[in-house]
């Protein structure tokens, strides 16, 4: 971890990378309960985790502003979070309840909070890549120095919509970070039997913007680069392509019995690089937290999704008659 | 009343929008010197040809509280954007419970007629009607078209301006002032009291020929246009058929599954409607077939006014 190159008061910092490290454990305790619940009925369709996977969302949002936006994925309650989104909403969205960010009609895959910037969790692969571009695009006619973020994964870098947006963005130096979290596998696909090249980053090349690899498991490099590139779009100079090396702990979904291809030694070599236990140990030995506050903390979030999901089981679900709203904006 | 080209109205209607909002702007392949002198090159932007791209920026501009006026160039072309359109411009305001507007507008030219084949000829309303979400507009002449993409343009939610490419040169009135044509309301554009004729974009002026043809045989033709298809003016449809008790129905798209067959359940399922019917309803549409090049075979393709006169003689024929 780099803390030489600080441009904020000593203090500034340490309360920031507390919070950091708060909403790294707040993703993974809301999975984690997500998971849980989903198993026991409780939440329907389909859920996939970020588990493993933290430091990205956690690394990039906090180099953002309130104002700033960000689009996601079908793995989304990272950026979620990552971004300030309430637990109870998303927590009730889950449990398909009225009080959910979307009433109940988006679910997992699709929550989103404009007010908070968030364009929304999306279950086709590139498919919000184009459309926070549009983001980007609406933030440069502004002209307040906003910026927009994508995430995507390393399958969607394979995909038209994350050339053709970047093209554009690149083109119309449109205030953009471009963040690929590679994490190895594209659903149940090996990545690198899909990809000719080693770094997704490299592509930036084709394009004419920077590309940068970062360690994603480390949440600090992910934030310097980050606030790197967010400099850099705010002053105008366009886009940056970051690509976050990371990994998700558990199986595409959380559906029980699919395939997982993937090797128990590799997946255990990278629970053993866990990005919330990197990063509290580092700030133990920096002085900046103690053990116990690091469990009280643990346990405040605990406490706080446990309110989440008392939340939502005492929210009413929606009318069924409520299908037919919000088609059209009246 | 000044006379002007169904596509200088579509271009008037685009100016005077941006005029007047601030938060419009226009997407498309080219930039048209006309629009970059008046509005700039922030506003007015030439894209790459990659319809996902700049579909899936209009979608997220429009959430950002922007309000993108998005040219597709001829419809075949938003094919590309299927997964912008279909999954994304058409459920994002639904999937997170209305908590966004989007408003966007997609022109794009339909029709065939131009000798320019399969790829660039089709009248696709059906496939996006198909979907929740959408609205669409499809004018007939230049006054409806001007005052139907202003509407479009105000509208809060996405709508696709489907615009004839069969009229294009077309001239007719259009009044100086500003004026719109609401979504969701048909023109009768002839009275009449035996059959009515509800015809769609280019076939509304071989529908008033074929009139014209058969009022000379003493047979009174209604022709209605219903001007948007999403939302339908399902009333003013069934008004006139309970008045005539007849209903034919002429369309540039193939039957299956079309704008034609809607129509026809609109009429059929009114219990009330169906009552007053006299006869079964007829179909004059493009044959079912991807449309051809050679001028035998296209012209084949497409019905016009001897069609329309024979398909109204079979409902009267019928009783």
């Known amino acids: ?330 | 009343m000044p006379k002007i080209s169904y596509a200088q109205a579509g271009t008037d209607a685009l100016i005077e929008e941006m005029q007047q909002d601030a938060t419009t702007f226009h997407l498309a392949t080219s930039a048209s010197d006309e629009l970059v002198k008046e509005f700039g090159s922030d506003r007015v932007r030439a894209t790459p040809i990659a319809e996902g791209a700049f579909t899936g920026i209009a979608i997220g501009a429009a959430g950002s509280g922007y309000r993108p006026i998005i040219n597709w160039g001829m419809i075949t072309f938003s094919f590309v954007a299927m997964d912008q359109i279909v999954n994304q411009a058409a459920k994002i305001h639904y999937m997170f419970g209305g908590q966004a507007k989007f408003p966007i507008t997609f022109r794009a030219s339909v029709g065939g007629g131009r000798r320019v084949a399969a790829q660039h000829s089709q009248s696709p309303y059906s496939m996006f009607m198909n979907l929740a979400g959408l609205k669409m507009i499809l004018p007939s002449t230049p006054y409806d078209m001007k005052g139907l993409l202003k509407s479009a343009i105000r509208d809060d939610n996405p709508v696709i301006s489907f615009e004839s490419n069969r009229l294009m040169g077309v001239e007719g009135e259009v009044p100086e002032e500003d004026y719109t044509v609401p979504l969701g309301v048909a023109d009768i554009k002839r009275e009449g009291s035996d059959v009515t004729l509800v015809a769609l974009a280019w076939l509304v002026h071989e529908g008033l020929a074929a009139a014209e043809i058969l009022e000379k045989a003493g047979v009174s033709v209604e022709v209605i246009d219903p001007r948007s298809l999403v939302p339908m003016d399902e009333a003013a449809i069934r008004a006139s058929v309970q008045k005539t008790g007849r209903l034919v129905i002429a369309d540039e798209a193939g039957p299956t599954a079309g704008a034609s067959a809607e129509i026809i359940t609109v009429v059929t399922e009114d219990r009330e409607t169906f009552a007053k019917l006299k006869t079964p309803p007829k179909r004059v549409c493009a044959l079912h077939v991807p449309i051809p090049y050679s001028p035998g075979l296209e012209d084949h393709v497409f019905p016009d006014r001897d069609n329309i006169v024979a398909g109204i003689r079979e409902v009267l024929d019928a009783g």
């Open chain 1, 1 to 330: 971890m780099t803390l030489t190159t600080e441009k904020q008061p000593r203090f500034h910092r340490d309360s920031k990378q507390l919070e950091m490290l708060r909403s790294m454990q707040t993703i993974r305790r809301f999975e984690e309960r997500a998971s849980d619940d989903y198993q026991a009925g409780a939440i329907y369709g389909v859920v996939h985790c970020y588990i493993g996977e933290e430091a990205v969302a956690v690394g990039v949002c906090a180099a953002l502003n309130r104002d700033d936006q960000i689009i996601s994925t079908h793995r989304g309650h990272g950026h979620c979070l990552a971004k300030g989104a309430d637990l109870n909403r998303m927590m009730a969205e889950l449990y398909g309840r009225q009080t959910g960010y979307c009433k109940g009609k988006g679910g997992s895959m699709h929550i989103a909070d404009f007010s908070i910037g968030m364009l929304g969790a999306n279950g086709i692969v590139a498919g919000g890549i184009p459309i926070v571009t549009g983001a980007g695009l609406a933030a440069q006619l502004e002209g307040k120095g906003r910026v927009a973020v994508s995430f995507f994964g390393d399958g969607a870098s394979n995909a038209g919509p994350f050339h053709e947006s970047i093209n554009i963005a690149a083109t119309w130096k449109l205030p953009m970070l471009y963040v690929c979290e590679n994490n190895l596998y594209s659903a149940g696909t090996i990545a690198a039997d899909t990809l000719a090249l080693s770094d997704v980053a490299a592509r930036a090349a084709g394009y004419g913007i920077p590309g940068v690899v970062v360690d994603g498991n480390d949440v600090m490099a992910v934030y310097e680069a980050a606030e790197a590139a967010v400099s850099r779009a705010r002053a105008g100079q366009g886009p940056t392509l970051i690509e976050c090396k990371t990994y998700r702990w558990r199986g595409h979904t959380e559906r029980p019995g699919q395939e997982d291809p993937r090797p128990k030694e590799e997946i255990e070599e990278w629970r053993q690089r866990d990005p919330i236990n990197r990063f509290a140990t580092n700030l133990i030995d920096q002085g900046l937290l103690t053990e116990d506050a690091w469990q009280k903390m643990d346990a405040e979030i605990l406490a706080a999704i446990e309110d989440a999901v008392k939340f939502s089981e005492e929210s009413p679900f929606p009318e069924p008659e409520a299908a037919v709203e919000d088609i059209f904006a009246d």
